[in-house]
């Protein structure tokens, strides 16, 4: 007996005839009788009276249809289940970051690919940089979205994403405080406050490619401090720091952000998402694809 068999008996109980199921189920109704009648003989119970009327349930017929639409109704849920994880729309995802400068970007695109995707589970992971990356080489995290540029991470496959504005953070009576836009050279004395948990290192290198020369470099503070107590030293005059532009949302603590421009115009930080090139995670791709910009 297999699922074909009960197919035909469930057709049959639906139709009442055997010709009326092999017509439903498209083939020829002597396969439909022969069928039936091989899983009457290996059970030893008859399942249909039948009659030129065409084929009524018997007693223990009842019970097994009941039994029998059961067993099909969850194979079909199974296969279901199979070929949407198969295709991506099912699953789960494990995504590592680190506390950037702002996670306004990412939190944006997370939260609208569960909207668009609820059956896929997305797993969120915040750990430092260097766990990250061996969380994905080692297959515990799918993908890392981290602060750079493509080649960031050579062992990975990896793909742009968005990118944010660069702005100051300045404390209210700051000199600079009353421009609407800063300069790179105008912030070539003062003296940075960055974190020492990621992003900090990320913004030591972008201070330096900015503000470095063969015989000046700038003032860089490492502090072991929250974003958020970081801006609170900045507001208290012991430094000024670099943020994402969502932190500009961010009130009531005493400071004041403005763009960073360079020559070519405002300077923006770059978000990749990087994974290991043999992940065969049919969500990862749907995820890799959700986030990915157009064109």
């Known amino acids: 007996m297999d699922l074909r068999h009960l197919r035909y008996i469930v057709a049959t109980a639906r139709n009442g005839s055997f010709s009326a199921a092999a017509y439903e189920l498209n083939v020829r109704q002597p396969i439909v009788s022969k069928r039936i009648k091989e899983v009457e003989d290996e059970l030893g119970v008859a399942l249909f009276e039948r009659s030129t009327a065409g084929a009524r349930l018997t007693a223990a017929g009842q019970k097994f249809v009941v039994a029998a639409r059961r067993i099909l109704e969850d194979t079909e849920r199974m296969a279901q289940h199979a070929r949407a994880s198969g295709a991506g729309m099912l699953g789960r995802v494990v995504v590592g970051f680190y506390k950037s400068l702002s996670a306004g970007g990412f939190r944006a695109a997370v939260s609208k690919f569960r909207r668009q995707y609820p059956e896929i589970v997305v797993e969120l992971v915040e750990s430092p940089f260097v766990d990250i990356t061996a969380g994905v080489l080692s297959g515990a995290l799918d993908a890392a979205i981290i602060l750079g540029d493509a080649e960031k991470c050579e062992v990975f496959e990896s793909i742009a994403l968005w990118s944010e504005h660069l702005v100051v953070a300045l404390p209210i009576e700051h000199s600079l405080a009353t421009k609407s836009i800063i300069y790179w050279p105008e912030l070539k004395r003062e003296r940075f406050l ?89 969500a990862l791709t749907t995820f890799l694809n959700a986030v990915r910009p157009p064109g």
């Open 194 to 282: 960055i974190t020492h948990h990621d992003p900090g290192p990320d913004i030591r290198v972008i201070l330096l490619r900015h503000l470095a020369a063969p015989s000046d470099h700038p003032v860089i503070v490492t502090c072991h401090l929250s974003r958020e107590s970081l801006l609170s030293e900045v507001a208290d005059g012991q430094g000024v720091a670099l943020q994402c532009e969502s932190a500009v949302g961010l009130t009531g603590l005493g400071v004041v952000f403005r763009p960073v421009h360079d020559g070519n115009g405002a300077t923006r930080l770059g978000y990749v998402a990087c994974w290991k090139p043999d992940n065969t995670n049919p």
